[in-house]
Every structure is written in structure tokens, then in C-alpha cells.
């Protein structure tokens, strides 16, 4: 059994930052893919950015020069830096584990809010 672990939601200001933390404990193979998802009220779940094993990212154009993933591969954690935040971010924000066995994990998320 995997749990994800996630921290480091709260609210703040347009313009201000945050650091997401999400840490997988349990029984484990070694972890593909992380990333992070984020699910807006009313809206679907999108993915915000994806690291691999061996370092790649990719991210949303929304997001992309404002928010940095990354990892820890020894600790089995993934971060994300977000800064000038803007209300549009506001969102539940979702950790995702990829193993290469091709079983995901996911975690409970982390509300976001961010203030205008």
C-alpha cells in the first residue's frame, strides 16, 4: 500500500508564493513519474507539471515560468514552487505517483487559494 502525503496549501495574496511538499510512504518500487493536478470548482482535473526519474519537466502554459517542480528521489518527493500567484490558480492541488509497474497513486490534495 502507497499513501501520498501533501503539504504547504494555505491562501495568499495575488503575487505572493507557495511551496507544495508531497512525500510517498509505504511498500514501493521505485517511483516513474511524479507530478502535480490541480481541479478548480466546476472544472475538470488538469495537470499543472510532471517530473520523471530522471529529472524532465513539463508544464502547463498556464503556469510555465511562474511554478518549478521538483524532486527528491531518495526521499520519494515531489515539490512544487509556485510563485506570482494569481486567482486563477486557486484549486484543490493533487500529487500523482507513476511506477514503473504502471500502477498512479494519488493524494488526499491541498486547497490552494489564492486572494485578488
Known amino acids: 500500500q ?3 502525503v501533501e503539504s504547504g496549501g494555505g491562501l495568499v495574496q495575488a503575487g505572493g ?3 507544495l ?5 509505504g511498500s514501493m518500487l521505485s517511483i516513474n513519474t511524479m507530478g502535480w493536478y490541480r ?4 472544472k475538470q482535473r488538469e495537470v499543472v ?13 498556464s503556469v510555465k ?3 518549478t517542480i521538483s524532486r527528491d528521489n ?7 514552487q509556485m510563485t ?5 490558480d486557486t484549486a484543490v492541488y493533487y500529487c500523482n505517483a507513476v511506477f514503473y509497474s504502471g500502477r498512479s497513486y494519488w493524494g488526499q490534495g491541498t486547497q490552494v487559494t489564492v486572494s485578488s
Open 21 to 25: 511538499h508531497c512525500t510517498a510512504f
Open 2 to 4: 502507497v499513501e501520498l
Open 65 to 67: 515560468g511562474r511554478f
Open 49 to 61: 507539471a510532471v517530473i520523471t526519474g530522471g529529472g524532465t519537466t513539463n508544464y502547463a502554459v
Open 39 to 42: 481541479q478548480a470548482p466546476g
Open 84 to 88: 506570482s500567484l494569481k486567482p486563477e
Open 74 to 80: 531518495a526521499l520519494n518527493t515531489v515539490y512544487l
Open 17 to 19: 508564493s507557495l511551496r
